[in-house]
Protein backbone atom coordinates (compact mmCIF):
# COMPACT_ATOMS: atom_id res chain seq x y z
CA UNK A 1 0.00 0.00 0.00
CA UNK A 2 1.57 3.26 -1.17
CA UNK A 3 -0.13 5.91 0.82
CA UNK A 4 -0.17 4.52 3.89
CA UNK A 5 2.91 3.84 6.32
CA UNK A 6 1.23 0.88 7.42
CA UNK A 7 1.01 -2.66 5.32
CA UNK A 8 -2.53 -3.45 4.97
CA UNK A 9 -1.41 -7.30 5.18
CA UNK A 10 -0.09 -7.23 8.34
CA UNK A 11 -3.53 -5.00 9.36
CA UNK A 12 -6.04 -7.78 7.57
CA UNK A 13 -3.63 -10.63 9.37
CA UNK A 14 -4.25 -8.74 13.02
CA UNK A 15 -0.60 -8.18 13.41
CA UNK A 16 -0.23 -4.81 13.84
CA UNK A 17 -0.78 -2.91 17.48
CA UNK A 18 -3.87 -1.33 18.95
CA UNK A 19 -2.80 2.18 17.88
CA UNK A 20 -1.43 1.40 14.75
CA UNK A 21 -4.61 -1.00 13.75
CA UNK A 22 -6.74 2.52 14.56
CA UNK A 23 -4.56 4.23 12.69
CA UNK A 24 -4.98 1.99 9.40
CA UNK A 25 -8.52 1.56 10.06
CA UNK A 26 -9.53 5.61 10.13
CA UNK A 27 -7.16 5.57 6.55
CA UNK A 28 -9.12 3.07 5.31
CA UNK A 29 -12.64 4.36 5.77
CA UNK A 30 -10.90 7.48 3.67
CA UNK A 31 -8.76 5.81 1.35
CA UNK A 32 -10.46 4.07 -1.89
CA UNK A 33 -8.01 2.02 -3.23
CA UNK A 34 -6.30 1.26 0.49
CA UNK A 35 -10.31 0.01 0.91
CA UNK A 36 -10.24 -2.22 -2.37
CA UNK A 37 -7.24 -3.40 -1.27
CA UNK A 38 -8.48 -4.80 1.79
CA UNK A 39 -11.38 -6.26 0.03
CA UNK A 40 -9.14 -8.06 -2.27
CA UNK A 41 -7.52 -9.70 0.63
CA UNK A 42 -10.77 -10.63 2.48
CA UNK A 43 -11.55 -12.16 -1.50
CA UNK A 44 -8.60 -14.00 -0.96
CA UNK A 45 -9.23 -15.25 2.03
CA UNK A 46 -12.62 -17.00 1.83
CA UNK A 47 -11.54 -18.26 -1.58
CA UNK A 48 -9.05 -19.87 -0.09
CA UNK A 49 -11.02 -21.30 3.39
CA UNK A 50 -13.56 -22.72 0.47
CA UNK A 51 -11.42 -24.97 -1.22
CA UNK A 52 -11.88 -28.50 0.63
CA UNK A 53 -9.35 -30.16 2.66
CA UNK A 54 -6.82 -32.76 1.46
CA UNK A 55 -5.37 -35.30 3.76
CA UNK A 56 -1.44 -35.24 4.00
CA UNK A 57 -0.04 -39.02 2.07
CA UNK A 58 1.12 -40.62 5.34
CA UNK A 59 3.66 -41.74 2.81
CA UNK A 60 5.62 -41.42 -0.42
CA UNK A 61 6.45 -43.93 -2.91
CA UNK A 62 9.99 -44.94 -3.73
CA UNK A 63 11.26 -45.85 -7.40
CA UNK A 64 12.27 -49.65 -5.16
CA UNK A 65 8.35 -50.05 -4.26
CA UNK A 66 7.14 -53.16 -6.10
CA UNK A 67 4.63 -51.07 -7.96
CA UNK A 68 7.38 -49.60 -10.11
CA UNK A 69 9.12 -52.90 -10.78
CA UNK A 70 8.72 -53.83 -14.68
CA UNK A 71 6.43 -56.65 -15.49
CA UNK A 72 8.76 -60.38 -15.95
CA UNK A 73 7.47 -59.84 -19.88
CA UNK A 74 8.99 -56.10 -20.04
CA UNK A 75 11.96 -57.31 -17.75
CA UNK A 76 12.61 -60.51 -20.51
CA UNK A 77 12.39 -58.38 -23.64
CA UNK A 78 14.73 -55.18 -22.19
CA UNK A 79 17.33 -58.18 -21.17
CA UNK A 80 16.54 -59.78 -24.86
CA UNK A 81 17.52 -56.50 -26.41
CA UNK A 82 20.39 -55.65 -24.01
CA UNK A 83 22.02 -58.75 -25.28
CA UNK A 84 24.34 -58.32 -28.56
CA UNK A 85 24.68 -62.00 -28.79
CA UNK A 86 21.15 -62.98 -28.75
CA UNK A 87 20.01 -59.56 -31.26
CA UNK A 88 22.84 -61.07 -33.75
CA UNK A 89 21.75 -64.93 -33.63
CA UNK A 90 17.66 -63.54 -33.90
CA UNK A 91 19.40 -61.27 -37.03
CA UNK A 92 21.03 -63.88 -38.60
CA UNK A 93 18.21 -66.67 -38.16
CA UNK A 94 15.64 -63.92 -39.87
CA UNK A 95 18.09 -63.17 -43.08
CA UNK A 96 18.26 -67.30 -43.35
CA UNK A 97 14.59 -67.23 -44.00
CA UNK A 98 14.53 -65.01 -45.94
CA UNK A 99 17.31 -65.79 -48.16
CA UNK A 100 15.56 -69.86 -47.89
CA UNK A 101 11.84 -68.39 -48.93
CA UNK A 102 12.58 -66.29 -51.80
CA UNK A 103 15.10 -69.43 -53.35
CA UNK A 104 12.14 -71.31 -52.94
CA UNK A 105 9.72 -69.78 -54.91
CA UNK A 106 9.28 -70.71 -58.62
CA UNK A 107 10.43 -68.44 -61.17
CA UNK A 108 7.10 -68.55 -63.03
CA UNK A 109 5.13 -67.17 -59.88
CA UNK A 110 6.86 -63.37 -60.34
CA UNK A 111 4.05 -61.26 -61.22
CA UNK A 112 4.41 -59.32 -64.52
CA UNK A 113 3.00 -56.32 -64.43
CA UNK A 114 1.60 -55.83 -67.91
CA UNK A 115 1.88 -52.53 -69.42
CA UNK A 116 -1.29 -50.56 -68.46
CA UNK A 117 -3.26 -48.85 -71.23
CA UNK A 118 -2.57 -45.13 -71.86
CA UNK A 119 -5.28 -43.41 -71.26
CA UNK A 120 -6.86 -40.82 -74.09
CA UNK A 121 -6.59 -37.45 -73.34
CA UNK A 122 -10.36 -36.48 -73.15
CA UNK A 123 -9.45 -32.74 -73.11
CA UNK A 124 -7.90 -31.31 -75.78
CA UNK A 125 -5.46 -28.73 -75.13
CA UNK A 126 -7.49 -25.76 -76.05
CA UNK A 127 -9.95 -26.40 -73.98
CA UNK A 128 -7.42 -26.50 -71.50
CA UNK A 129 -5.70 -22.94 -72.19
CA UNK A 130 -9.31 -21.54 -72.30
CA UNK A 131 -10.13 -22.51 -69.28
CA UNK A 132 -6.98 -21.22 -67.98
CA UNK A 133 -7.63 -18.03 -69.27
CA UNK A 134 -10.92 -17.87 -67.97
CA UNK A 135 -10.05 -18.22 -64.15
CA UNK A 136 -7.03 -15.94 -64.92
CA UNK A 137 -9.40 -13.23 -66.31
CA UNK A 138 -12.10 -14.00 -63.16
CA UNK A 139 -9.40 -13.50 -60.50
CA UNK A 140 -7.86 -10.63 -62.01
CA UNK A 141 -11.62 -9.11 -62.39
CA UNK A 142 -12.31 -10.44 -58.28
CA UNK A 143 -8.84 -8.13 -57.55
CA UNK A 144 -9.68 -5.44 -59.66
CA UNK A 145 -12.78 -5.39 -57.75
CA UNK A 146 -11.52 -5.49 -54.12
CA UNK A 147 -9.05 -3.32 -55.00
CA UNK A 148 -11.30 -0.59 -56.33
CA UNK A 149 -13.30 -1.07 -53.66
CA UNK A 150 -10.59 -0.06 -51.01
CA UNK A 151 -9.84 3.04 -53.17
CA UNK A 152 -12.99 4.46 -53.02
CA UNK A 153 -13.07 3.89 -49.35
CA UNK A 154 -9.39 5.69 -48.98
CA UNK A 155 -11.12 8.44 -50.65
CA UNK A 156 -13.98 8.93 -48.98
CA UNK A 157 -12.42 8.66 -45.92
CA UNK A 158 -9.48 11.37 -47.16
CA UNK A 159 -12.38 13.44 -48.18
CA UNK A 160 -13.87 13.22 -44.53
CA UNK A 161 -10.64 14.18 -43.28
CA UNK A 162 -10.30 17.14 -45.54
CA UNK A 163 -13.38 18.33 -44.81
CA UNK A 164 -12.68 18.02 -40.94
CA UNK A 165 -9.12 19.61 -41.52
CA UNK A 166 -10.86 22.78 -43.53
CA UNK A 167 -13.53 23.38 -40.45
CA UNK A 168 -10.76 23.08 -37.95
CA UNK A 169 -8.58 25.73 -40.20
CA UNK A 170 -11.59 27.51 -40.01
CA UNK A 171 -11.86 27.86 -36.51
CA UNK A 172 -8.71 28.16 -35.73
CA UNK A 173 -8.83 31.63 -37.98
CA UNK A 174 -11.62 32.21 -36.15
CA UNK A 175 -10.30 32.28 -32.29
CA UNK A 176 -7.18 33.89 -34.01
CA UNK A 177 -8.83 37.08 -34.70
CA UNK A 178 -10.75 37.11 -31.27
CA UNK A 179 -7.22 36.42 -29.45
CA UNK A 180 -6.07 39.04 -31.90
CA UNK A 181 -8.81 41.77 -30.83
CA UNK A 182 -8.52 40.70 -27.02
CA UNK A 183 -4.48 41.55 -27.30
CA UNK A 184 -5.87 44.86 -29.04
CA UNK A 185 -7.78 45.83 -26.55
CA UNK A 186 -5.61 45.00 -23.53
CA UNK A 187 -2.84 46.82 -25.43
CA UNK A 188 -4.76 50.12 -26.59
CA UNK A 189 -8.66 49.56 -24.34
CA UNK A 190 -11.90 49.66 -25.94
CA UNK A 191 -12.95 52.14 -28.38
CA UNK A 192 -13.55 55.41 -27.66
CA UNK A 193 -15.32 58.27 -29.56
CA UNK A 194 -13.88 61.55 -30.22
CA UNK A 195 -15.30 63.10 -27.03
CA UNK A 196 -13.21 60.36 -24.70
CA UNK A 197 -16.57 57.95 -24.39
CA UNK A 198 -16.53 54.17 -24.72
CA UNK A 199 -18.66 53.71 -28.18
Known sequence: MSCSPFDLKDYFLKELPDSERRQVEAHVGNCRPCREELDRLRLTEAALFALREEEIPRRIAFVSDK???PSPWRRWWAAFWGSTARLAFASAAMLSI?????ALRPVGQIAVRPNAPQVANAVSDTEIQSRID???AKAVAQVDA??????KQLVADLEGTRKRLLWAADEFDYYQKRVNTVRVLADYGPPRADNGELK
Do not use: D
Open 67 to 69: VFE
Open 146 to 151: RQTGKT
Open 98 to 102: AILVS
Open 134 to 136: TAV
